[in-house]
């Protein structure tokens, strides 16, 4: 599976952005999806993951509550809803997909990804 991330940009403190993770192949439905960010001189960080049917999601403790992860099997597209982001939010945000089975809670690492996307960049001021 290939995938493309999109909808970064600038976004003011407290303001809210919508990324987009489309995907190409008809298996899309059978993956997991994960969200993770890098900022400069970071490592990469997990954001949250969605199981395959969309009926589980997993976030880490920094955005839950303000980011919400979905899917729409028929787009073949992943959605992060990030509302009153924070300057320490801005970073290069990746989706990767996993076929990978176990608890969403073992997804929240890279290792069991094998597909990633290009990245998009997210800045906000504050």
């Known amino acids: 599976v290939q995938l493309q991330a999109s909808g970064g940009g600038l976004v003011q403190g407290g303001g809210s952005l919508r990324l987009s993770c489309a995907a190409s192949?008809?298996?899309?439905?059978?993956?997991?999806i994960g969200w993770f960010r890098q900022a400069p001189g970071e490592e990469r960080e997990f954001v949250a993951t969605?199981?395959?049917?969309?009926?589980?999601?997993y976030y880490s403790d920094s955005v839950e509550g303000r980011f919400t992860i979905s899917r729409d099997n028929a787009k073949n597209t992943v959605y992060l809803q990030m509302n009153s982001l924070k300057p320490e939010d801005a970073a290069v945000y990746y989706c990767?997909?996993?076929?990978?089975?176990?608890?969403?809670?073992?997804?929240?690492?890279?290792?069991?990804?094998?597909?990633w996307g290009q990245g998009t960049l997210v800045t906000v001021s504050s």
């Open positions: 192949g008809r298996t899309f439905s059978s993956y997991i």
């Open positions: 969605i199981s395959w049917s969309g009926g589980s999601t």
């Open positions: 990767a997909a996993t076929r990978a089975i176990g608890p969403l809670t073992a997804m929240s690492w890279a290792a069991p990804y094998n597909y």
